[in-house]
């Protein structure tokens, strides 16, 4: 689904649908009330306070990529949402599909090995099964499953925390306050646009990193059409933009968006029209057919944190 507009600001539908907020707190904080498994191995959970992207899998691939590189073998353990596997599975690129596993699981899966569960701590005793030293779990703030080393609370800076309501008056699960106590550090992804930074704890450390974008070849001055079923499509096409593309028209689409046969004829006919060639993310990459992909440019992107060494020494 597409996040409600109103979600974006304090109007007269937030502020009435307020109370059930409380619902939601009363629910969340009764199933963070449980114990959660001990695997044996430190647990880094990636997470954030609401619905809907905040930049959690390109951080998780971040962390997965420092710890490859300290020779430390991770793992990441991911919901599978939009998959219809319950798991524990093991994520196999070559045999499983977005729709068997989901999109962000098959991205980790090209960074680590990566192993969907919905039972996340049935999860975490396989990642130590196969030989995982580390869990990198990807969305599991308010998931109570596993004993967490480090907590990240991730923040898209241009969406913030919306209006701040908890669902469904906002894009809540809990209050932010509720959220960064259990946390251990927040990372800014972008500039605050949205005045995050102050609604949170001034003693919880706060990481600032921005994205990265490259395409496969140089892009500069190229006509482009880009299209993206993310949870910010407009942050994506700003990354594309960046890259001095002539972004000639756009489309976007809900996260986690199945892309049917008429959507793709439609983004054909739309980029001849335009006399341009169609762009997208790595994540609706690995949901679209290989005949369709060879007429894309796929927009890969990255992490750089303006102080590397305090995510480093955060991580265990």
Request: net charge positive.
């Amino acid at each position: 689904m597409r996040p409600p507009e109103f979600w974006k600001h304090d109007g007269v539908l937030s502020r009435a649908l307020a109370p059930l907020g409380a619902v939601t707190s009363a629910i969340t904080a009764r199933r963070m009330a449980r114990t959660g498994f001990d695997c044996g191995v430190p647990v880094v959970c990636i997470g954030n306070a609401g619905v809907g992207g905040a930049g959690k899998t390109i951080l998780a691939r971040h962390v997965l990529g420092i710890y490859e590189a300290r020779g430390v073998l991770p793992c990441a353990l991911s919901r599978g949402h939009g998959g219809r596997v319950n798991g524990p599975a093991l994520v196999d690129p070559a045999r499983h599909s977005a729709g068997d596993v989901g999109d962000e699981a098959l991205l980790l899966a090209a960074t680590a090995a990566t192993i969907v569960a919905r039972d996340r701590a049935a999860g975490a005793r396989l990642a130590v099964a196969e030989g995982a030293r580390v869990i990198v779990m990807d969305d599991g703030l308010q998931n109570p499953g596993l004993v967490k080393s480090v907590t990240l609370l991730t923040i898209d800076g241009g969406a913030g925390f919306g209006n701040g309501r908890l669902l469904p008056a906002g894009p809540l699960r809990e209050s932010v306050v509720a959220a960064a106590a259990r946390c251990d550090a927040a990372v800014m992804i972008g500039n605050d646009a949205r005045g995050a930074r102050a609604m949170l704890p001034h003693t919880l450390p706060v990481l600032t990193a921005r994205i990265v974008v490259r395409g496969p070849v140089p892009l500069r001055g190229r006509r482009v059409v880009g299209f993206a079923g993310i949870g910010r499509p407009d942050k994506f096409f700003e990354s594309l933009a960046g890259l001095g593309v002539e972004l000639v028209a756009t489309r976007g689409f809900p996260d986690h968006h199945r892309y049917t046969v008429a959507d793709l004829a439609r983004l054909r006919g739309f980029a001849a029209h335009h006399r341009a060639r169609l762009a997208t993310t790595e994540k609706d990459a690995v949901k679209l057919p290989d005949a369709f992909l060879a007429d894309c440019l796929i927009i890969r992107a990255g992490l750089v944190f303006d102080d590397p060494a305090a995510l480093n020494d955060l991580l265990p």
